[in-house]
């Protein structure tokens, strides 16, 4: 079993920043890909950003030039810097994985979300 648990979302004023942290722990033999998504009321989940093993990264053109996806292997943990904060940010954001555990399946888990509220 794999637990992600996201903490760092919170309440900000438009313009200010919030790190987010996704701490992996279970029997993970190898993780591959890690990613924010987000997902306002009344609205899809969305990609934010995508990290790959090799570090190679990605973002939702929303959010290019002000978030920053980076990740600590050492310590299982993903993060996501966001400076730059506008009031289309707010909304919940989610940590995803691509690992495999046990049965050697390669599957995605899904942390239980963070708010991130920003106020104009």
């Known amino acids: 079993q794999v637990q992600l648990v996201e903490s760092g979302g919170g309440l900000v004023q438009a313009g200010g920043s919030l790190r987010l942290s996704c701490k992996a722990s279970g029997s993970i033999f190898s993780i591959n890909a890690l990613a924010w998504y987000r997902q306002a009321p009344g609205q899809q989940r969305e990609l934010v950003a995508h990290?790959?093993?090799?570090?190679?990264?990605n973002y939702a053109d929303s959010v290019k030039g002000r978030f920053t996806i980076y990740r600590d292997n050492d310590k299982n943990t993903l993060f996501l810097q966001m400076s730059s904060l506008k009031p289309a940010d707010t909304a919940t954001y989610y940590c995803?994985?691509?690992?495999?555990?046990?049965?050697?399946?390669?599957?995605?888990?899904w942390g239980q979300g963070t708010q991130v509220t920003v106020s104009s």
């Open positions: 995803n994985l691509w690992g495999i555990t046990t049965d050697s399946i390669l599957r995605p888990f």
């Open positions: 990290i790959s093993s090799e570090n190679s990264t």
